[in-house]
C-alpha cells in the first residue's frame, strides 16, 4: 500500500513523506484556556459523568471532563462500546475543540491514562501526516505513520550520507542531512523544525535549478543556432511601407532584443512577455520578416483554432501587397489542402504558417524552418519545446509568447532556461478598462447599461465558465444565457460560441461578431485568448467566481482594444468564499498583469501549479512551494549557478557527489511514473 499510495519503495523513500503540521504536546491547556476551534488542546483531568444519548445511528456517548476548575463536554459517535471510562482516574485528553451549542466540546479525542505517560519526555511537536482514505482504510492513518517514523528513527540516527557536500551546506548554513530528516519528523523544538525545513527545500530548489542550468548549458553548445544576421527586403519593405502604426517604444525595444538573439549564432529560447492588447503579433510578424530575409520560414503556433484563424486574418490582412506568404494549417484543414500545403511548405514557397499546437506533433516537413512562435500558452514547458527541435537538422529558434506574465519562481523554473522579454507600454490611446463587481441580484441594472453601450455601437462580450468534468452542465448553462440575452435584447443579434461546436459553424458566429453584424457574443472561455474585437467594449463574465485570477484578467483583455472607455463586468453569487472575495476585489483594484499573476500565485497555492506533470518541472516538489519559497529559489539558483560556472559538466571531483544526486532524482522520476 505504501508503494501504491506514497510511491515509496524504501526506508529512505518513506523518510521522506513528510509530515504536514505538527502539534504542540508539551503544552496542557485549562479548559478556561480554549479559544477557537483551530488548535488542538491537551487538558489533563477527570471524567465526571458519561451517558449514552439517543438511538440507532444518531446514538453518541457524551462525557463531561473536568480539569478541577472547569468542565467541558466530550463526545463519542463510533466506537462507543468499546470504551471504558472510569472514575477518579486521571486522563491526558487530547484533541481539537468544536463549537457546539455556544459552546466548546471535543469530539472522538485520544485518551491516555495519565498514570502511564511520562510527561517529562513529553516534549516537542508531534508529526502529522497526509493518508489517503485508502491507507486509512488500511489503518494506515497518521499516528501509524509516525509510528513507523519512530521505528526507522534509530537506524536513521546512526547518520546517513549527505546529499550536498560539507562545503556548500557550510556557505549556506545548512543543517545536515541526518539530522534534518530526524528533525522533519520529529522535531526538538521549533528552530530545529526551520533549520531542517529550510535544509530540505534548498536541496529540492537547488537540484531541480542545476538540472535546468546544466541542460540550458549543455544545448548551448551542443547545438549551432542558425545564424540570422541580415536585415533584408522583406523586412524593410514591411515596416517602411506597411506598417499600419508606428511601433511603441517596448515594441521597438523588444524587437532589438530578439534580433540580436537571432544574429548571436546561439538558439534563441526567448520568453516574450506583454499584457494583453499590448501587441505581440505585430512583433511576431516582424520577427518573422527577419527569418524570411536569412531564408527561413516561421511557424506560428496557437492554443486554439478560432485564435489560429484570427492569426491568419490579422497576418494575411497586415502582408497585403507583399511578397510574404503566409498560410493557415489547423485540424480542419481538408487533407487535398493540406497536401498542397505540405509540398508548399517543403519547397519553401511558405515563409510564414499559422496553425494550432497540434503543429508540433503533426508531420510536416519545411524546407528550412528556422523560428517558432509560441502564442499565449502557459504551460509550453521544456518538453514541448524539445519537440519542435526535430523539425530541422538544429532546433529552430523558439519564442514563446504569453499575455499571462509569469511570476519570477516560475520563470526560473518551469521556464528557467528561457531569457526574458517584456513588452511594458500599451499602444497609445487606450484608456484603462473600468471593473466592476455585482451580484446577480443586479441584473436589471446592468441590462439598461448593456442597452445603453449598444446603442452607442459598441458590442458585448457575454462568458461562461467552462468545467471540464460536467460539459453538459456548462452548455446548459451557455444555452440559457444565450436565449436570456435573446429575451433581453430583442433588437440585438446574438451569437453564440463553444468549444463543442464545429469549428465551422464557430467561425462563422466569431466572424460575424467580429465584422460587427452581431452586438452581443455569448461564449464559453473558448474566447479567453487573443480574440480581437476592438469595438467590443465590455466584458460580462457570469458565475466569476468559478474563474482564477489569471483567466479572469485574460477575458478582461478582450475588451479596451480600442480608443473607448470599457468595462468589465464580474457577476457572482450573492454568497462568496473568502477566497472569491479577494479574486474579485483584486479584479477591481488592478488592471496590472504582474500584480495580479503573483497575488493568483499566492491564492492558488501550490497545488495548482506544482507537480511534475504539468509544470514541466524536472522533479518533484515534496517540501518547497514555488508560491512562498521564491527567495531560498533565487538562492538555490545562485549557488547551482556558481558550480556550473566552474564545472558545466560536473566532471570535477569535488562536484561528483552533485552529478549522482541528479542521476538518482532522475532515476527516480522515471521509476515513480511506471508504478503510479
Ligand atoms: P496581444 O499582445 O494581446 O496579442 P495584439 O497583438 O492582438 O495584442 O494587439 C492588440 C491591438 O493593438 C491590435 O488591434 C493591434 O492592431 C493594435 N496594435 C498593436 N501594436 C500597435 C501600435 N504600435 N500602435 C497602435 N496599435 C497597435
Ligand atoms: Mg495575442
Known amino acids: 500500500m505504501l508503494k501504491k499510495e506514497l510511491k515509496v519503495q524504501t526506508a529512505l523513500d518513506l523518510l521522506y513523506v513528510f509530515p504536514y503540521k505538527y502539534i504542540d504536546r508539551s503544552r ?8 477557537d476551534t483551530e488548535t488542538y488542546v491537551q487538558i489533563i483531568g477527570e471524567f465526571v459523568d458519561w451517558q449514552i444519548v439517543g438511538t440507532g445511528h444518531g446514538q453518541r456517548l457524551s462525557a463531561h471532563f473536568s480539569d478541577g476548575k472547569d468542565v467541558i463536554e466530550v463526545v463519542w459517535f463510533k466506537g462507543v462500546q468499546y470504551l471504558k471510562l472510569q472514575k477518579g482516574v486521571k486522563y ?3 484533541g481539537k475543540p468544536s463549537y457546539y451549542n455556544r459552546a466548546y466540546n471535543i469530539v472522538h479525542p485520544d485518551l491516555e491514562l495519565l498514570s502511564k505517560v511520562n510527561i517529562e519526555t513529553r516534549r516537542g511537536l508531534e508529526p502529522h501526516y497526509n493518508t489517503s482514505g485508502e491507507m486509512k482504510a488500511g489503518w494506515l492513518n497518521s499516528k501509524a505513520m509516525r509510528k513507523i517514523m519512530e521505528v526507522l528513527m534509530p537506524d536513521l540516527k546512526k547518520g546517513i550520507p549527505d546529499t550536498l557536500p560539507l562545503s556548500l551546506r557550510e556557505h549556506y548554513h545548512l543543517m545536515d542531512l541526518t539530522q534534518s530528516l530526524v528533525n522533519i519528523h520529529f522535531p526538538s523544538d521549533q528552530a530545529h523544525l526551520r533549520k531542517a525545513r529550510e535544509r530540505l527545500k534548498f536541496e529540492e530548489l537547488f537540484y531541480i535549478q542545476l538540472q535546468i542550468l546544466r541542460q540550458m548549458k549543455r544545448r548551448e553548445q551542443q547545438y549551432v543556432g542558425f545564424p540570422m544576421p541580415r536585415v533584408g527586403q522583406a523586412f524593410n519593405d514591411f515596416y517602411f511601407h506597411h506598417l499600419p502604426f508606428p511601433l511603441t517604444n517596448a515594441q521597438k525595444r523588444v524587437v532589438k532584443e530578439i534580433q540580436t538573439d537571432l544574429r548571436s549564432g546561439k538558439q534563441m529560447n526567448r520568453l516574450l512577455q506583454g499584457d494583453v492588447g499590448s501587441g505581440k503579433t505585430l512583433v511576431a510578424l516582424l520577427c518573422a520578416l527577419l527569418a524570411k530575409d536569412n531564408g527561413f520560414q516561421t511557424c506560428i503556433m496557437a492554443p486554439t483554432e478560432i485564435l489560429a484563424n484570427q492569426h491568419m486574418q490579422t497576418l494575411s490582412d497586415l502582408l497585403k501587397n507583399t511578397r510574404t506568404r503566409v498560410e493557415l494549417l489547423t485540424g480542419t484543414t481538408p487533407k487535398k489542402q493540406r497536401e498542397q500545403l505540405h509540398s508548399a511548405l517543403l519547397t519553401g514557397k511558405v515563409d510564414i504558417l499559422v496553425g494550432t499546437h497540434a503543429l508540433i506533433e503533426d508531420t510536416v516537413q519545411f524546407a528550412n524552418l528556422g523560428l517558432v512562435i509560441v502564442d499565449e500558452q502557459h504551460r509550453f514547458g521544456v518538453a514541448q519545446r524539445a519537440k519542435l527541435w526535430e523539425k530541422n537538422i538544429n532546433p529552430p529558434h523558439v519564442l514563446v509568447m504569453t499575455a499571462t506574465p509569469i511570476p519570477r519562481t516560475l520563470a526560473m523554473t518551469v521556464y528557467g532556461d528561457l531569457s526574458v522579454s517584456v513588452i511594458d507600454e500599451l499602444p497609445p490611446g487606450r484608456k484603462p478598462i473600468q471593473t466592476l463587481h455585482y ?22 462580450y457575454v462568458v461562461y465558465p467552462l468545467i471540464e468534468e460536467n460539459k453538459k452542465m456548462d452548455l446548459v448553462d451557455l444555452e440559457n444565457g444565450y436565449r436570456y440575452m435573446c429575451e433581453h435584447f430583442p433588437d440585438c443579434k446574438v451569437s453564440m460560441v463553444h468549444g463543442k461546436m464545429k469549428s465551422k459553424e464557430k467561425d ?12 452581443i457574443l455569448v461564449a464559453t472561455t473558448v474566447i479567453e485568448v487573443g480574440v480581437n474585437v476592438p469595438n467590443a467594449s465590455v466584458m460580462i463574465v457570469e458565475n466569476a467566481e468559478r474563474f482564477g485570477l489569471s483567466q479572469l484578467h485574460q477575458l478582461r483583455g478582450r475588451v479596451g482594444r480600442g480608443a473607448d472607455q470599457s468595462y468589465c463586468i464580474l457577476l457572482t453569487r450573492v454568497e462568496l468564499s473568502k477566497d472569491t472575495r479577494k479574486r474579485m476585489d483584486i479584479m477591481v483594484a488592478t488592471n496590472d498583469g504582474f500584480r495580479i499573476a503573483e497575488a493568483d500565485l499566492q491564492l492558488r497555492g501550490p497545488g495548482d501549479l506544482e507537480g511534475t506533470q504539468q509544470s514541466g518541472l524536472p522533479f518533484d516538489l515534496k517540501i518547497a512551494s514555488l508560491s512562498t519559497d521564491g527567495q531560498m529559489l533565487e538562492i538555490a539558483r545562485h549557488a547551482a549557478a556558481d558550480i556550473l560556472e566552474e564545472d558545466p559538466e560536473l566532471t570535477m571531483d569535488k562536484n561528483a557527489l552533485y552529478k549522482a544526486q541528479l542521476n538518482k532524482l532522475k532515476q527516480r522520476t522515471v521509476d515513480w511514473g511506471l508504478i503510479s
Open 28 to 35: 496542557f491547556y485549562k479548559i478556561s484556556e480554549i479559544e
Open 92 to 94: 491526558i485528553l487530547f
Open 439 to 460: 451580484t446577480n441580484l443586479r441584473r436589471d441594472g446592468i441590462n439598461r447599461f448593456i442597452r445603453q453601450q449598444i446603442q452607442t455601437g459598441r458590442q458585448i
Open 508 to 519: 462563422l458566429h466569431m466572424q460575424a461578431f467580429a465584422r460587427g453584424e452581431t452586438q
